[in-house]
């Protein structure tokens, strides 16, 4: 019988236990010294990336002995606490729930409720995502931040809100660390492929590949194939390994960059074995300091798949009640991170509205969106798209150009279409400025109502319609109220990110974008969403298509 106690002053030191994927591991944490020992041992295929199969064979080989010598280390520390011989030298099980590969997962779990029921402790069942993140959050100090998740099976950014973490953006496709390691193995290389990218891509020229950002959501699938096919056609493997870093993590950078823009925080916390890539850190490092924000990355051993972490997070869920009994502690492969109902955090009311929101202080003044700076002159507004040093020259060069130009046109053309958007006065594509009429008298997320989101509803259904999509359609990127007593007009702005497509996927997109958005700051989220689908639904030429691919987009496991 393993015991649910529910005493906070009753958990000391928690066993944890990790092997969602690749990671034997278990840990000891101290919660008075704030001290973690993990013993770890890594699966390594003989080819090709990870069996899921060989990897379970290695759970069940490494498991028991990584969580003997943990074992052994917490009767040592009872030993030296003076804790009674007969006592159990831990306080609480902890083990890696899910998301990963259900033959390790299993593994885990059972060696988890063995332990527990051998010393009648308390079981607690960790999202190992959530893990990636709250380690660096113990360790930071930090207490709202924006935290970018860049793992092997995954790729978030998330935050926390009203009792959950959302996922603010995520890939569409694969996780980031498989997306390296697929186009190593295309070259020959052995798993995991993430540290031979890093080396080579030092001795590595940029060149071009995809750069595929929608909103916060980003893919990997089309800049793998293309720098598959750049290898396949002699361009030196170092050059295509450095085209990767500099565009992968360009695209982790401005969505985490955009999340903290959209959120109004100012901490960022990175977590997931990909984080212990330099570049990565370090375009984090210079888009941070860029925005006056602070950046925590943990040490290598908390970034990369470990039992620490989730004995970090276990001992927090253990000394808040949080714990499983064992008819109840099934594990699940497909864990998001957003289905957990977080019980360790204090509950906090948000800051409300978020410091983000802007209603306009009047004319001259000076916004600084996620990616451009806006000033407003009169009745005119000019946007310039400032260079980000974090990027490689040619990207950032490249990026601006082509997004000026297609706002342009795309702005213009919504226009005709009988969307309301500001005119466009004039467009610089060599400096990466537009001149625009000023619309509105502050964003929708200063203000948001049913109607107003019934009106964006409606209005990405008619540019769909028309045959291209808005790309960042964000509560930030609509402006309402018009100032001449107009008061319920809505705008759309902000078409950098826009494409033409008929494509219901990219469709679908452009409303899952907006509902995230809503998501991330919004307490009615679920009610604005409605309406906005039920206009969308009205006008669309073809909503059932739409809508249906919509409900797969967010239903679709990511662990792949
Ligand atoms: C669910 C769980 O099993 C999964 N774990 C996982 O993916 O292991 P993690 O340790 O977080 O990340 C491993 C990935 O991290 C990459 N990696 C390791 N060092 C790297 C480096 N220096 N640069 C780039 N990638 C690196 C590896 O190539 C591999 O793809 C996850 O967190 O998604
Ligand atoms: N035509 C306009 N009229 C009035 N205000 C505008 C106009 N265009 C932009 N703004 C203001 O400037 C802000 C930033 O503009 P915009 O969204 O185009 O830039 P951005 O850097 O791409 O921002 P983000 O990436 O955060 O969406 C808008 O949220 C809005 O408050
Ligand atoms: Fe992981």
């Given at each position: ?20 994927a ?47 010598t943990?074992l ?44 527990a ?87 590595g ?5 995809p ?58 916390v ?22 006056g ?47 957990v ?33 806006v ?28 997004r ?5 046109r ?45 009106a ?105």
């Amino acid at each position: 019988m393993v015991s649910t106690a529910s005493e906070s002053d009753d958990i000391r030191r928690v066993l944890g236990i990790e092997g969602t994927a690749w990671a034997a591991s278990a840990a000891v944490y101290e919660v008075e010294t704030d001290d973690v020992f993990i013993e770890s041992n890594p699966y390594q295929p003989e080819s090709g990336g990870i069996h899921p199969r060989e990897a379970a064979e290695h759970m069940s080989e490494a498991v028991p002995s990584v969580v003997e010598t943990a074992l052994a280390e917490a009767r040592e520390r009872a030993a030296e606490e003076g804790r009674n011989a007969d006592a159990a030298p831990i306080d609480a099980v902890a083990f890696s729930r899910g998301p990963g590969l259900g033959p390790c997962l299993r593994i885990v779990g059972t060696a988890a409720r063995a332990v527990a029921q051998r010393f009648d402790v308390p079981l607690v069942g960790v999202n190992h995502m959530v893990a990636h993140l709250e380690v660096g959050r113990h360790y930071s100090g930090f207490d709202r931040p924006v935290c970018l998740n860049a793992s092997g099976a995954n790729a978030h950014v998330l935050a926390y809100r009203n009792g959950r973490y959302r996922v603010l953006g995520e890939t569409m496709d694969t996780g980031v660390g498989n997306a390296l390691d697929k186009f190593t193995r295309h070259v020959g290389w052995s798993h995991p492929g993430g540290p031979k990218v890093e080396s080579h891509a030092r001795d590595g020229e940029y060149v071009d590949l995809p750069y595929v950002v929608k909103g916060m959501d980003f893919s990997f699938s089309g800049i793998m194939s293309a720098a598959k096919d750049e290898y396949d056609s002699g361009t030196p493997v170092e050059d295509v390994c450095r085209g990767l870093e500099e565009t992968v993590f360009a695209m982790l950078t401005e969505v985490s960059e955009r999340a903290l823009s959209l959120t109004g925080r100012e901490e960022l916390v990175l977590g997931g074995g990909v984080g212990q890539n330099d570049r990565l850190q370090g375009m984090l490092r210079e888009m941070c300091e860029q925005r006056g924000a602070e950046l925590y990355v943990p040490e290598d051993r908390f970034l990369r798949d470990n039992a620490g972490m989730i004995a970090v997070l276990g001992a927090k869920m253990a000394a808040a009640g949080d714990t499983l009994a064992v008819a109840e502690s099934a594990i699940d492969s497909d864990f998001r991170p957003d289905e957990v109902a977080v019980s360790w955090r204090a509950d906090e009311s948000e800051p409300a509205p978020a410091p983000a929101t802007r209603v306009d202080a009047g004319d001259a003044a000076e916004q600084r969106g996620a990616e451009a700076t806006v000033s407003i002159e009169g009745d005119r507004v000019v946007k310039r798209r400032v260079p980000r040093s974090y990027r490689h020259p040619a990207l950032d060069e490249r990026l601006r150009r082509e997004r000026t130009r297609i706002e342009a046109r795309l702005t213009s053309e919504a226009r005709r279409c009988g969307v309301p958007t500001p005119l466009v006065l004039d467009v610089d594509t060599a400096e990466s400025t537009i001149g625009f009429q000023r619309v509105g008298d502050r964003d929708l997320d200063a203000e948001l109502t049913v109607d107003r989101a019934r009106a964006v509803g409606r209005y990405l259904a008619t540019i769909h319609d028309a045959g291209f999509v808005h790309g960042d359609p964000t509560t930030r990127n609509v402006r309402v109220g018009s100032g001449d007593g107009d008061a319920d007009r809505v705008f759309l702005i902000d078409f950098g990110l826009g494409y033409h497509t008929g494509h219901e996927e990219d469709h679908a997109m452009d409303l899952h974008v907006f509902a995230q958005s809503l998501a991330g700051t919004a307490d009615d989220a679920d009610r604005l969403q409605a309406a906005a689908e039920e206009a969308y639904r009205a006008t669309s030429e073809r909503d059932g298509t739409v809508l249906d691919r919509l409900r797969a987009i967010e239903g679709r496991g990511r662990y792949q």
